[in-house]
């Protein structure tokens, strides 16, 4: 049953919320071969989320889809009250921001300058451990983001990624293998192999997720991420329902 859990439906363009917007991806999801679907926009659009519009489109369409969010994870926020009282089916806990740098959006490439870039990767994998370690979220989403732009460390990156890693596995979350990277100047699926191979010796359930802001961005290089993980030694993929994990073959 393959699924795609992180599909930005509303872009960023953001609410309202409709069928009408939505179905273009389900139907893409369709074509694309997958057999289930999961809407994960950004948290900042949580308000105009519409809860219909999923079990609408679930009746429209014959295919599970399933209810997400992805949480742009700042220590400072009180993320549990936010996302209370709401029938989520999962949720991705991502770190895009170090204090009021928003690293991986376009325009902010410079911020990298003011940074030891060992130093940067070091605090951005304490953020993402420090995402795990909430307990709140199902999925860590594109672990290695830092790398967007290509900025590499000079320690073993595995070394510097370790903490996350293990807060990871000990929260019970799966990671995502995001697709999107291969799109942005790295040119590289996130996580780098090396880190999934790690994972895999920690006995990390995985998912695989495009990020798509367009529909035809659904499900891209999925088959290339599948080959990955499958060359690592894993044999399934998580799925969520009502935030249980339970697995599909890979
Ligand atoms: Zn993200
Ligand atoms: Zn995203």
Redesign the pocket.
């Known amino acids: 049953m393959p699924a795609d859990y ?1 599909i930005h439906g509303l872009a960023h363009v953001g609410p309202p919320h409709t069928v009408e917007r939505l179905l273009p991806y389900v139907e893409a999801a369709k074509a694309a071969g997958l057999t289930e679907i999961g809407f994960a926009d ?1 948290d900042r659009y949580l308000e105009g989320l519409d809860f219909n519009v999923f079990s609408e489109l679930e009746r429209v369409t014959g295919m599970p889809v399933r209810a997400g969010l ?1 949480i ?1 994870f700042r220590p400072e926020k009180d993320h549990r009250r936010e996302l209370a009282g709401r029938p989520w089916d999962y949720l ?1 806990g ?1 770190v ?1 921001a170090i204090g009021n740098w928003d690293f ?1 959006r376009p325009g902010q490439e410079d911020g990298f300058n003011a940074w030891d870039i060992d130093e940067l990767y070091t605090v951005y994998f304490n953020l993402v451990a420090q995402a795990a370690s909430t307990g709140l979220f199902q999925i860590i ?2 672990l290695d ?1 830092i790398k967007i732009y290509g900025h590499r460390p000079r320690k073993s990156v595995l070394t510097l990624a370790e903490p996350a890693l293990k807060a990871v596995a000990a929260s019970g979350a799966a990671l995502e293998v ?1 697709t ?1 990277g291969l799109f942005k100047p790295v040119g590289e699926i996130y996580p780098a192999a090396e880190i999934l191979e790690r994972a895999f010796s920690l006995n990390i359930p995985v998912t695989i997720g495009s ?1 798509a802001h367009a529909p035809g961005e659904v499900a891209r290089e999925r088959e290339r991420a599948r080959q990955l993980l499958r060359r690592i030694g894993y044999t399934s993929l998580a799925t969520f329902a009502r935030g249980v994990m339970a697995t599909e073959s890979l």
């Open positions: 992180h950004h992805e742009d991705i991502s895009h991986d989403g594109h983001l995001n999107a990020d």
